[in-house]
């Protein structure tokens, strides 16, 4: 299939390596990736003005026309804007999440499994929320670690909020609440998210925090350690 | 924030006063709130009763301060009232934007997208006083080399015009 992309602002810089990972992995499944002409920055969720945020991101839409109608869109803040910015769905947005299902992981071309190594799938907030712009497989991360014989921990923990937003901002907020995740699951944190991955990574004390797609690409044999 | 501030509330969010009135105080909100986790003091459903009634709304609110636009409270609401993005709107009415909040939103305005060095240098003074230092290390695998990217066509941010009117207040 052919998807028109938008990586937005953090898969250019602090999760470059989320953004190499999507791109390998749908390379894999046979889809091309098109990235959307000169895009702009969706807004994130630092606008109290929602007009004006909307805008920012329905600029990318406007961008996109004709040129795509399923856009590919790694981070969940973006992937919200933009679902938030096409009310009528002129586009089919879609998270790299949910071209993953149970059928197609075998494509990826396993050559290593999980066999005896824990794992805490986390979604946190925007993937799973609000009902009207939230993925539709919300179990994906679950069944990729189990199709390659990993197991599962902390299911209660997968959609709290770590406070990610906050991290800049109020530092102990996302401390207490990232804790609070992180204590009561065990094994290597996976997450999707951007703000997920930087808050988890800076609280977490021995543990690992990994993307989905480092798992995948271990998987695929193409990361050599977790 | 005083009543007449209130409007800036309303404009930001595309709600009218007489929208809140449906919140039927059933505070499925507050009960779901991230925010519950730092501070039992939280209630979403108060801060839309104020801004109903016109009651002034104080910076010292917890959920104004560390509301993470988490989403639980809209997803949980029956009638799905877009809260952080109300809270968004209160605290950008009552200027508590921090110096992060500011820099990220003014590379917007240069570039069109968020260099991630520039912010991080704009929001240096805080991040020095906040303890951040010590993150440092466990922050090296964001650290890398690039220049910004300019957007071409991206207009100025302020300029009002962009959305349709009809489309205001849309879920
Ligand atoms: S979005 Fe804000 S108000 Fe709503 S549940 Fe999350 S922290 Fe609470
Ligand atoms: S969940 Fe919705 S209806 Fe219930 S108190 Fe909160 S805002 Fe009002």
Same mark, same amino acid.
């Given at each position: 299939?052919?998807?028109?992309?938008?990586?937005?602002?953090?898969?250019?810089?602090?999760?470059?390596?989320?953004?190499?990972?999507?791109?390998?992995?749908?390379?894999?499944?046979?889809?091309?990736?098109?990235?959307?002409?000169?895009?702009?920055?969706?807004?994130?969720?630092?606008?109290?003005?929602?007009?004006?945020?909307? =805008?920012? =991101?329905?600029?990318?839409?406007?961008?996109?026309?004709?040129?795509?109608?399923?856009?590919?869109?790694?981070?969940?803040?973006?992937?919200?804007?933009?679902?938030?910015?096409?009310?009528?769905?002129?586009?089919?947005?879609?998270?790299?999440?949910?071209?993953?299902?149970?059928?197609?992981?075998?494509?990826?071309?396993?050559?290593?499994?999980?066999?005896?190594?824990?794992?805490?799938?986390?979604?946190?907030?925007?993937?799973?929320?609000?009902?009207? =712009?939230?993925?539709?497989?919300?179990?994906?991360?679950?069944?990729?670690?189990?199709?390659?014989?990993?197991?599962?921990?902390?299911?209660?923990?997968?959609?709290?909020?770590?406070?990610?937003?906050?991290?800049?901002?109020?530092?102990?907020?996302?401390?207490?609440?990232?804790?609070?995740?992180?204590?009561? =699951?065990?094994?290597?944190?996976?997450?999707?998210?951007?703000?997920?991955?930087?808050?988890?990574?800076?609280?977490?004390?021995?543990?690992?925090?990994?993307?989905?797609?480092?798992?995948?690409?271990?998987?695929?044999?193409?990361?050599?350690?977790? | 924030?005083?009543?007449? *501030?209130?409007?800036?509330?309303?404009?930001?969010?595309?709600?009218?006063?007489? *929208?809140?009135?449906?919140?039927?105080?059933?505070?499925?909100?507050?009960?779901?709130?991230?925010?519950? *986790?730092?501070?039992?003091?939280?209630?979403?459903?108060?801060?839309?009763?104020?801004?109903?009634?016109?009651?002034?709304?104080?910076?010292?609110?917890?959920?104004?301060?560390?509301?993470?636009?988490?989403?639980?409270?809209?997803?949980?609401?029956?009638?799905?009232?877009?809260?952080?993005?109300?809270?968004?709107?209160?605290?950008?009415?009552?200027?508590?934007?921090?110096?992060?909040?500011?820099?990220?939103?003014?590379?917007?305005?240069?570039?069109?997208?968020?260099?991630?060095?520039?912010?991080?240098?704009?929001?240096?003074? *805080?991040?020095?006083?906040?303890?951040?230092?010590?993150?440092?290390?466990?922050?090296?695998?964001?650290?890398?080399?690039?220049?910004?990217?300019?957007?071409?066509?991206?207009?100025?941010?302020?300029?009002?015009?962009?959305?349709?009117?009809?489309?205001?207040?849309?879920?």
């Amino acid at each position: 299939m052919e998807y028109g992309y938008y990586p937005g602002c953090s898969l250019t810089g602090s999760a470059k390596k989320l953004d190499r990972g999507v791109r390998r992995i749908c390379e894999k499944l046979g889809h091309s990736l098109t990235e959307i002409p000169d895009w702009n920055c969706c807004g994130a969720l630092e606008y109290g003005d929602r007009n004006e945020l909307l =805008s920012i =991101s329905g600029e990318n839409l406007r961008k996109a026309r004709g040129m795509c109608k399923e856009i590919v869109v790694p981070c969940p803040a973006c992937y919200k804007n933009l679902k938030d910015a096409d009310p009528d769905r002129s586009f089919n947005i879609l998270s790299p999440l949910e071209l993953l299902n149970p059928g197609n992981l075998s494509q990826i071309g396993q050559k290593r499994d999980l066999k005896g190594k824990v794992f805490f799938p986390y979604y946190g907030c925007l993937l799973m929320r609000p009902e009207g =712009s939230a993925i539709r497989n919300k179990n994906i991360m679950e069944d990729a670690i189990s199709a390659f014989g990993g197991d599962i921990d902390g299911e209660k923990m997968r959609d709290r909020c770590c406070g990610g937003n906050q991290l800049f901002l109020n530092k102990w907020a996302t401390e207490k609440l990232s804790n609070l995740i992180l204590s009561r =699951s065990r094994g290597t944190v996976v997450v999707f998210c951007p703000f997920c991955h930087m808050a988890m990574k800076t609280f977490a004390v021995g543990r690992k925090v990994i993307y989905l797609t480092d798992l995948l690409l271990y998987v695929m044999g193409e990361n050599n350690s977790l | 924030m005083k009543e007449k *501030d209130h409007e800036i509330v309303f404009k930001h969010t595309g709600y009218r006063r007489e *929208d809140f009135s449906v919140c039927v105080g059933c505070k499925i909100c507050a009960s779901v709130c991230t925010v519950n *986790d730092l501070d039992i003091a939280v209630n979403p459903q108060e801060l839309l009763l104020r801004l109903f009634l016109g009651q002034e709304i104080g910076k010292e609110d917890p959920l104004v301060r560390y509301c993470t636009s988490c989403y639980r409270c809209a997803g949980a609401c029956p009638w799905k009232i877009r809260i952080p993005e109300v809270v968004r709107a209160v605290k950008e009415s009552l200027g508590m934007e921090a110096l992060f909040e500011k820099a990220f939103k003014k590379s917007l305005n240069i570039w069109g997208r968020v260099y991630e060095p520039f912010v991080v240098v704009m929001a240096a003074p *805080d991040l020095l006083k906040g303890g951040y230092i010590k993150h440092m290390p466990k922050w090296m695998e964001y650290a890398g080399f690039h220049l910004p990217h300019k957007v071409k066509r991206l207009k100025p941010l302020n300029a009002s015009e962009g959305l349709d009117p009809s489309e205001k207040g849309r879920s």
